[in-house]
């Protein structure tokens, strides 16, 4: 596989000449078709774990898989906003032909691009606009909450778990509830203490707002933002630690308890193929445990076998359906039934998700 092209944030906004990949020269023997050129739009570094990190772990088996037939090409570190829609324009000018925008508010720039490049196919991660050339895709996340959840009810002794959260949107909402609605399946007692960062990466914010959980009695957290700081800082503590985006054990290698994993090649690989054969279409992809897209990183041994067992058994009940986590009843923080017993969430009213679910302490920010 061919080495990627990586470029600084300031390069790609300031020069973008410096995202102009000159075509490869042909040489004897060389099929005629040149690769496709694929543009990755990454909100955090790469690094060595976290969300980015778990994007391009993807675009590396997309490359592997059609060696020869793609080329791509990254930009990390890109704040959503103008600088975002500057870097997906310069992919777009540039030849590029498949461009992934992997988080949530790259949406609206995508779409704009996407309207002034109709013959670029794009691709937006999280987000839910879309248009003829452009699709979006996401992992259902609260599945392998739930069972992170399950996990977390089961090993905390103070009964109250911290949870370091991004942004209020849907996507992190969805999480939060489905953790507590995990641990309060198998300990009814559990509390959830969320702490909004406002940021998907932010180690110093992340870091501050671990230690205050702990602080309140948190003896296990988990995160929705993007750096290893919430892991590195149970480890320090000495409090358990439910992982997201990676395997993080290399930076609480005692205290991680497992990581919910977001496994992206499958699906690069796929939309990649699509392209190259002329068959792709624009579609709302939302996969889960069972496309392979959520799994769990491998469990802490100072988990009990029972309890290894449990998750295993829900695991498989999720990928049958015959375990829905959103299931009534559900009832909010309030008091307040927001699904009725024998009745399911659709896929569009957890999309859509705006309430906390009872056990998760404090209020979502008003929509005023």
Do not use: C
């Not at 959503?80 to 609206?108: H, P």
């Not at 309890?307 to 923080?333: C, H, M, W, Y």
């Amino acid at each position: 596989m061919g080495t990627p092209r990586r470029f600084t944030r300031a390069a790609a906004i300031g020069l973008a000449a410096t995202l102009l990949l000159a075509p490869a020269a042909a040489l004897p023997g060389r099929a005629a078709q040149q690769p496709i050129k694929v543009g990755f739009v990454y909100v955090s570094p790469i690094g060595d774990a976290g969300w980015s990190y778990q994007h391009d772990i993807g675009r590396k088996q997309m490359e592997k898989a059609l060696a020869g037939k793609v080329q791509s090409s990254i930009v990390e570190n890109v704040p959503e906003g103008a600088d975002s829609e500057r870097v997906i324009r310069n992919f777009a000018s540039n030849g590029y032909k498949l461009i992934f925008t992997t988080s949530f508010s790259y949406m609206n720039p995508t779409v704009k691009v996407a309207q002034q490049f109709p013959g670029v196919t794009f691709e937006q991660a999280t987000g839910y606009k879309r248009a003829k050339n452009v699709g979006t895709y996401n992992a259902r996340f609260y599945e392998g909450r739930y069972l992170t959840g399950v996990i977390a009810g089961k090993m905390t002794k103070s009964n109250v778990i911290g949870y370091v959260a991004a942004f209020p949107i849907p996507e992190v909402v969805q999480g939060i509830n489905a953790f507590e609605l995990g641990a309060r399946s198998v300990n009814p007692k559990t509390t959830v203490k969320v702490i909004w960062v406002n940021s998907w990466y932010d180690p110093g914010k992340e870091r501050e707002a671990t230690t205050t959980l702990i602080s309140q009695g948190a003896d296990v957290v988990t995160h929705h933002t993007d750096s290893t700081s919430v892991a590195q800082t149970a480890e320090e503590k000495g409090v358990w630690v439910l992982s997201y985006n990676s395997d993080m054990t290399k930076y609480a290698p005692k205290k991680q308890l497992t990581a919910t994993l977001m496994q992206w090649g499958d699906y690069y690989t796929k939309v990649a193929r699509e392209v190259l054969a002329g068959t792709w279409k624009s579609t709302d992809v939302w996969g889960g445990i069972k496309a392979g897209m959520i799994a769990l990183a491998p469990l802490n041994p100072a988990i009990p076998a029972p309890v290894k067992g449990l998750v295993a058994e829900r695991s498989r009940e999720i990928v049958s359906g015959k375990l829905q986590p959103f299931t009534g009843p559900l009832i909010d923080n309030t008091g307040t039934v927001r699904v009725p017993a024998g009745k399911a969430m659709t896929d569009d009213e957890i999309q859509s998700m705006d309430f906390f679910v009872e056990g998760v302490q404090g209020q979502l920010p008003s929509k005023s």
